[in-house]
């Protein structure tokens, strides 16, 4: 009975066009360390919720009225949009704010969508309130950029207005980052105008508290003074009213009457103040400026920090004097580089493992066929993952170390059938056209059956199921691509490279390398533990690791 030899379109490709599956392999490596360099990295994946806070103002009114008014008109309307999860209400005195959160189908912007109309819908009716002082404020919440990444802490022996100035001098440069969202200044008053009337004297003055009120606003205004056309050119003139001084609103006429002007400063006396207090910023028990530094959302953490690092060291040199004290406190950015180090450290040592196990069992030459299919995997990975908008993240990294031993998985039985098609005979290329060509489905239906066990998790409901669906995309996009590895670039590299035998390896020679190998690693080991650093005592044990795979390797199994 003849043997039936099979090939696979796509990895017949492969290997008739060498040359372009070289150019694919270099634009996977560079394409996939800039996607790597570039992807934004944060602790943990950022959660959208669609939530949406509907504000009303309604001075003067009891909070019963403003339930009976505002609230339950405007929750009225909401209640018939669809995907609505939840509506939550607060009704005070002159104020009424509706919580609304809808379920992660609908996108933030389709839920401040309806939600939008939905108002607009209840100020239309004849019987919601004509005279509020403003409509209410309708705006989505997002809780990325509720929290603040750092806190940025200035002091020294300034007033509290110089450490102001210095506060709103790098608040300006921070903001105009464009990771960043905002910055606000903590531990600092504003000014406020507080006017003292003497009460006898306006009485007699025949004036009231409204007529003060009134003169006030008609003064402390700017407006247009319409175009002013000169020489063919036309400009825009402004009439500027608005106070910069006590004085000035001292000087204002509250009355005037057959000849007598009564000036604000005849019945009152006016000053600036601080506001009260509602605030407090101090470092190790001295009052400092805080700014509270906010980033946008789904924007590299690490690459916002090093630019305010930056901001800072220059303000340093070339604006804040010698003496000032900057400090940053509650700095998120450290907390992630370490978590993602550790990571990313664990991710490399299980390449070098997985490396060192493959070398056990298929040899060197064969465990670098398979093993090319680690880093090739990861880039491609890394290049659809920063396409999608998808962060390095404890969860995304989680996923790459989970999928570190199951990417060589494809790149084995490949490897291993054209390997054995090579010693029954065959050419290098048959061998890779049919070896693929044997095992092609077998390792797609295998993926394939992995790929549906994890399935199931990217759509898990609710504030879990987002937080879980970047493990089955990561693991999807990871297998996936060592698939893609082991059909288009394994083929192509065994019908170049692969040799039915090994190299003759001399084993004294081998035995003498493998046993200096593991004396460099013992004596390494030994420091390490003298010194207590963990670093080298992993070197010592891979380098003890590697002469003893070296030993066992040639001289049992192979």
């Known amino acids: 009975m003849s043997k039936i030899e099979r090939k696979f379109k796509l990895s017949s490709w492969s290997i008739d066009n060498k040359m372009t599956v070289f150019v694919i392999i270099g634009m996977i490596f560079f394409a996939g360390i800039f996607a790597y360099k570039s992807m934004p990295r944060e602790a943990f994946p950022e959660i959208v919720v669609p939530q949406i806070y509907v504000a009303t103002i309604y001075p003067g009114n009891s909070a019963i009225d403003i339930e009976k008014l505002i609230t339950r008109p405007i929750e009225k309307e909401i209640n018939g949009i669809s995907g609505v999860d939840e509506i939550t209400s607060t009704s005070i005195e002159g104020y009424s704010a509706i919580q609304v959160t809808f379920d992660f189908s609908v996108t933030p912007t389709e839920a401040l969508r309806k939600v939008k109309d939905k108002v607009d819908a209840a100020l239309s009716d004849k019987d919601f309130p004509k005279d509020l002082p403003a409509d ?7 809780f990325a950029e509720l ?4 806190n940025i802490n200035l002091s020294g022996e300034f007033s509290m207005n110089q450490l102001k100035e210095y506060g709103e001098y790098l608040e ?3 903001e105009k980052v464009p990771e ?9 008053q504003d000014k406020e105008i507080e006017i003292s009337v003497d009460l006898y004297k306006m009485q007699s003055s025949e004036i009231s508290f409204n007529n003060i009120g009134t003169a006030i606003q008609n003064e402390n205004m700017t407006i247009s003074g319409g175009d002013l056309l000169e020489q063919g050119q036309r400009r825009n003139v402004r009439v500027i009213g608005e106070f910069t001084s006590a004085q000035e609103i001292g000087n204002i006429i509250v009355k005037q009457e057959e000849g007598n002007i009564v000036y604000l400063r005849d019945i009152a006396v006016v000053s600036f103040k601080e506001q009260e207090k509602n605030n407090y910023a101090r470092e190790f028990s001295q009052p400092v400026v805080m700014l509270d530094v906010t980033k946008r959302g789904g924007e590299n953490l690490i690459n916002a920090s090093t630019q305010i690092d930056s901001i800072i060291s220059k303000a340093k040199l070339s604006y804040f004097p010698s003496n000032l004290h900057i400090s940053k406190t509650n700095d998120m950015t450290n907390d992630t580089k370490t978590k993602v180090a550790d990571l990313e450290n664990s991710i490399i040592l299980g390449v070098i493992l997985v490396v060192l196990v493959l070398l056990f069992f298929l040899g060197l030459r064969n465990a670098l066929f398979v093993g090319i299919a680690i880093p090739l995997s990861m880039f491609i990975s890394f290049i659809i993952l920063n396409t999608l908008g998808v962060t390095l993240n404890m969860m995304v990294l989680f996923s790459l170390v989970l ?3 199951m990417l060589v998985d494809n790149g084995i039985v490949v490897v291993e059938n054209v390997y054995r098609l090579l010693d ?3 050419s290098k290329i048959d061998a890779a056209k049919f070896g693929v060509g044997e095992v092609a489905m077998p390792i797609i239906a295998s993926t394939a059956t992995t790929l549906a066990a994890f399935l199931p998790l990217a759509f898990w409901p609710g504030m879990m199921g987002e937080f879980m669906k970047f493990l089955p995309i990561t693991l999807i996009i990871v297998l996936g691509s060592s698939l893609f590895v082991a059909l288009v670039i394994n083929p192509m590299l065994t019908s170049v490279y692969m040799k039915i035998k090994e190299d003759e390896v001399d084993f004294k020679k081998l035995l003498k390398y493998s046993i200096l190998f593991i004396g460099i690693g013992i004596l390494i080991v030994i420091a390490g533990i003298s010194s207590e650093t963990k670093g080298l005592n992993a070197l010592g044990l891979l380098l003890v690791l590697i002469g003893l795979l070296r030993i066992i390797n040639n001289k049992f199994l192979t």
Do not use: C, F
Request: aromatic share 4%; glycine share 10%; net charge neutral.
């Open 180 to 188: 960043i969202s905002k910055v606000t200044i903590r531990g600092i």
């Open 403 to 405: 999928a570190l031993g």
């Open 424 to 426: 029954e005979g065959y």
């Open 172 to 174: 300006d440069k921070i």
């Open 136 to 142: 209410p404020t309708v705006q989505e919440m997002n």
């Open 147 to 150: 929290m603040p990444i750092m």
